[in-house]
T-cell receptor, first 119, second 111 residues
Framework: GAVVSQHPSRVICKSGTSVKIECRSL??????MFWYRQFPKQSLMLMAT?????????EQGVEKDKFLINHASLTLSTLTVTSAHPEDSSFYIC???????????????FGAGSRLTVL | RKEVEQDPGPFNVPEGATVAFNCTYS??????FFWYRQDCRKEPKLLMS???SGNEDGRFTAQLNRASQYISLLIRDSKLSDSATYLC????????????FGAGTRLAVHP
């Protein structure tokens, strides 16, 4: 089945640094990828929709200059948390939609997530 | 009001018990509905889709009531391995996959 690789799985950084998280679809093309954030004991919150070859669409309240998204190819989207602060510490998860199939959640594949801790 | 609301639990049940989770959603235009399972510190994984006619997958039964904007999940004969957080998920209308997740209901099955 479809596999999404997300890297790194865990990262610890100092406040003020930038962190890049990669999301790759390994055996399918993904024109659309989604980035979520999950705080402890809370639901996954959609941050942005990443579109190959165009600008990402951000959800209300998500700073696009803070969370830079690049979707330069059909198999790779990156999320860069710029000038990270402790409040950015969270679990970031990407999902990718197989562009060859019809819409539906059963064709959304999630990455294993990246746990960011900002000291 | 949250778009998808769930009882956070936890539900602590013995093995073999039957347990039911409920979920309500606020957007009447929502198109499709799902239950996901999320283990601690892992990504969510699709458990099953939810159809208006109700659907069953082994020990799991899902129901949807569009008029009440209510979704349920029933787990029969609970196993220890069922311990997880169950996420109610709604796909909003709009032609693309924009999933809205509930905060989840935690289930703990004990021997």
């Amino acid at each position: 089945g479809a596999v999404v690789s997300q890297h790194p799985s865990r990262v610890i950084c100092k406040s003020g640094t930038s962190v890049k998280i990669e999301c790759r679809s390994l055996d399918f093309q993904a024109t659309t990828m989604f980035w979520y954030r999950q705080f402890p004991k809370q639901s996954l919150m959609l941050m942005a929709t990443s579109n190959e070859g165009s600008k990402a669409t951000y959800e209300q309240g998500v700073e696009k200059d803070k969370f830079l998204i690049n979707h330069a190819s059909l198999t790779l989207s990156t999320l860069t948390v710029t000038s990270a602060h402790p409040e950015d510490s969270s679990f970031y998860i990407c999902s990718a939609r197989d562009s060859r199939r019809n819409s539906g959640a059963n064709v959304l594949t999630f990455g294993a997530g990246s746990r960011l801790t900002v000291l | 009001r949250k778009e998808v609301e769930q009882d956070p639990g936890p539900f602590n049940v013995p093995e073999g018990a039957t347990v039911a989770f409920n979920c309500t959603y606020s957007n009447s235009a929502s198109q499709s509905f799902f239950w996901y399972r999320q283990d601690c510190r892992k990504e969510p994984k699709l458990l099953m889709s939810v159809y208006s006619s109700g659907n069953e997958d082994g020990r799991f039964t899902a129901q949807l009531n569009r008029a009440s904007q209510y979704i349920s999940l029933l787990i029969r004969d609970s196993k220890l391995s069922d311990s997880a957080t169950y996420l109610c998920v709604v796909n909003l209308s709009g032609g693309y996959n924009k999933l809205i997740f509930g905060a989840g209901t935690r289930l703990a099955v004990h021997p």
